[in-house]
C-alpha cells in the first residue's frame, strides 16, 4: 500500500532491506538510516541498489566508502531530545563541528554529502523541538557551504506521538511545526525533506493480550497488589522500561474499584513470540478475567518490572 502512495522508505538493517524490496519498492527509494551498520550488510544494501546512508562517526563513514562507494551521505547530529518520553539521546548522532568535519571528509573520500539527519526523541510532544533541531541542522549547512559543499537534503526523523493515555497535539499541528521550522531557517530555499515517522503511523495498530499468572501482596498492610503477567520488558513491553512509555490498559473485569499494582513478569519465562499477534482494536473481545490487552485504553497505571 505505502509503495502504491508514493512512499520512500529508511530501514535499520539488511532484513528490512529485503522486505521492502520483496515488497515493489524501488532501491532508490530506500534510505539506510541506522548510523551502526555491519560492513556486510552495507555491502549487501549497495549490491541491491540503495544509495542513501546514514552515518554519524568517521570510521562508520570510512565502512560507507568501502562498501558504498560514491553514494549520498547524510550525518546525524545529537539532540537533547527534551519533552520526549522515549529519549534517544546520545545513543545516535554526534555534534555539529564534527558533522561538519565528517561530510568534509565524506567528499574526501568520494561520496556524495547529501545531507544532515536527526531525530527529536520518541513520542515527542513539545512542538517547539523542530524548531530548536532544525536550526541546529541549519547552522551546519551554513558551515558547510561556507566549505564549498550545498547539502540538499534535510532528515526530520520520527518523533510524531502515538495516542497511549494522554491526548496528544493533532497531526496537523506537527505539520505547521515542520514546516515553521524550516521556512524559519530557511526561508524559500527549502532542502529535500524526509520525515521517518515510526510510532505515529503504527503505533495503535495492535494490541498485546497477556494473562495474569498470579495476584498477590507482600504483607498484610500493604496497599500494592503484585500481578504478574506471562509477558514483561522482553516479551513485548521493552518501552515501558523506566516508566517510559505508559501504554493504555484494558480488562474484562469490571465493575471493582481500580487499586495500585505493581505488573511484573515471572522469572524463567520466555517472551510469547508466536503468541503475540496484533489484532484489530476494538475487533477483539477479551476471553475470561485473566486476560489484559495493551494498546495505546486504562484506569489505572501500573509500574511494570521485570
Ligand atoms: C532513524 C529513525 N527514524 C525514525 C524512527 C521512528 O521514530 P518514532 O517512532 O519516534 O517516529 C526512529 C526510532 O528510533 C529512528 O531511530
Same mark, same amino acid.
Not at 549487501?44 to 546514514?54: F, H, I, Q, T
Not at 530557511?186 to 515510526?198: C, R
Not at 495476584?215 to 509477558?231: A, F, G, P, Q, T
Given at each position: 500500500? /505505502?509503495?502504491? +502512495?508514493?512512499? @520512500?522508505f529508511?530501514?535499520?538493517?539488511r532484513?528490512?532491506?529485503? %522486505?521492502?524490496?520483496?515488497? #515493489? *519498492?524501488?532501491a532508490?527509494?530506500?534510505?539506510?538510516?541506522?548510523?551502526?551498520?555491519?560492513?556486510?550488510?552495507?555491502a549487501?544494501?549497495?549490491?541491491?541498489?540503495?544509495?542513501l546512508?546514514?552515518?554519524?562517526?568517521?570510521?562508520? /563513514?570510512?565502512? +560507507?566508502?568501502? @562498501?558504498?562507494?560514491?553514494?549520498?551521505?547524510?550525518?546525524?547530529? %545529537?539532540?537533547?531530545?527534551? #519533552? *520526549?518520553?522515549?529519549?534517544?539521546?546520545?545513543?545516535?548522532?554526534?555534534?555539529?563541528?564534527?558533522?561538519?568535519?565528517?561530510?568534509?571528509?565524506?567528499?574526501?573520500?568520494?561520496?556524495?554529502?547529501?545531507?544532515?539527519?536527526?531525530?527529536?526523541?520518541?513520542?515527542?510532544t513539545?512542538?517547539?523541538?523542530?524548531?530548536i533541531?532544525?536550526?541546529?541542522?541549519?547552522?551546519?549547512?551554513? *558551515?558547510?557551504?561556507e566549505?564549498g559543499?550545498?547539502?540538499?537534503?534535510?532528515n526530520?526523523g520520527?518523533?510524531?506521538p502515538?495516542?497511549?493515555?494522554?491526548?496528544?497535539?493533532?497531526?496537523e499541528r506537527?505539520?505547521d511545526?515542520?514546516?515553521?521550522?524550516?521556512?524559519?531557517?530557511?526561508?524559500?530555499?527549502?532542502?529535500?525533506?524526509i520525515?521517518?515517522?515510526?510510532?505515529?503511523?503504527?503505533?495503535?495498530?495492535?494490541?498485546?493480550?497477556?494473562?495474569?499468572?498470579?495476584?498477590s501482596?507482600?504483607?498484610?498492610d500493604e496497599?500494592?497488589?503484585?500481578?504478574?503477567?506471562?509477558?514483561?520488558?522482553?516479551?513485548g513491553?521493552?518501552?515501558?522500561?523506566?516508566?517510559?512509555i505508559?501504554?493504555r490498559?484494558?480488562?474484562?473485569?469490571?465493575?471493582?474499584?481500580?487499586?495500585?499494582?505493581?505488573?511484573?513478569?515471572?522469572?524463567?519465562?520466555?517472551?510469547?513470540?508466536?503468541?503475540?499477534?496484533?489484532?484489530?482494536?476494538?475487533?477483539?473481545?477479551?476471553?475470561?478475567?485473566?486476560?489484559?490487552?495493551f494498546w495505546?485504553?486504562?484506569?489505572?497505571?501500573?509500574?511494570?518490572?521485570?
Amino acid at each position: 500500500m /505505502l509503495v502504491g +502512495l508514493g512512499s @520512500s522508505f529508511d530501514v535499520a538493517s539488511r532484513g528490512e532491506v529485503d %522486505l521492502c524490496l520483496e515488497n #515493489g *519498492a524501488r532501491a532508490d527509494n530506500i534510505s539506510f538510516g541506522n548510523t551502526i551498520k555491519k560492513q556486510s550488510d552495507i555491502a549487501y544494501a549497495y549490491s541491491k541498489g540503495v544509495r542513501l546512508y546514514a552515518f554519524d562517526s568517521e570510521a562508520e /563513514l570510512e565502512k +560507507l566508502a568501502e @562498501s558504498a562507494p560514491g553514494s549520498r551521505v547524510f550525518c546525524r547530529i %545529537l539532540m537533547t531530545c527534551d #519533552g *520526549a518520553e522515549w529519549p534517544l539521546s546520545r545513543k545516535f548522532g554526534c555534534e555539529i563541528e564534527m558533522a561538519k568535519d565528517l561530510l568534509v571528509k565524506a567528499r574526501e573520500l568520494g561520496m556524495d554529502p547529501y545531507g544532515v539527519s536527526f531525530h527529536v526523541g520518541s513520542q515527542q510532544t513539545d512542538l517547539n523541538q523542530w524548531d530548536i533541531a532544525v536550526g541546529k541542522a541549519a547552522m551546519l549547512f551554513t *558551515a558547510l557551504n561556507e566549505a564549498g559543499i550545498d547539502l540538499k537534503m534535510m532528515n526530520l526523523g520520527g518523533g510524531f506521538p502515538a495516542k497511549y493515555r494522554t491526548d496528544i497535539p493533532a497531526v496537523e499541528r506537527y505539520a505547521d511545526a515542520v514546516m515553521h521550522a524550516m521556512t524559519n531557517h530557511f526561508g524559500n530555499a527549502l532542502p529535500a525533506m524526509i520525515i521517518e515517522p515510526g510510532r505515529s503511523l503504527v503505533g495503535d495498530a495492535g494490541v498485546l493480550e497477556a494473562e495474569v499468572v498470579l495476584i498477590s501482596k507482600k504483607s498484610y498492610d500493604e496497599d500494592v497488589r503484585w500481578v504478574y503477567l506471562d509477558i514483561g520488558k522482553f516479551g513485548g513491553l521493552a518501552e515501558t522500561m523506566d516508566e517510559a512509555i505508559k501504554y493504555r490498559i484494558q480488562t474484562s473485569v469490571t465493575g471493582r474499584k481500580p487499586a495500585p499494582s505493581c505488573w511484573a513478569v515471572p522469572t524463567c519465562i520466555p517472551p510469547k513470540s508466536g503468541r503475540e499477534r496484533p489484532v484489530t482494536k476494538c475487533r477483539e473481545p477479551l476471553r475470561g478475567v485473566t486476560k489484559c490487552a495493551f494498546w495505546p485504553t486504562a484506569p489505572t497505571p501500573p509500574c511494570i518490572r521485570g
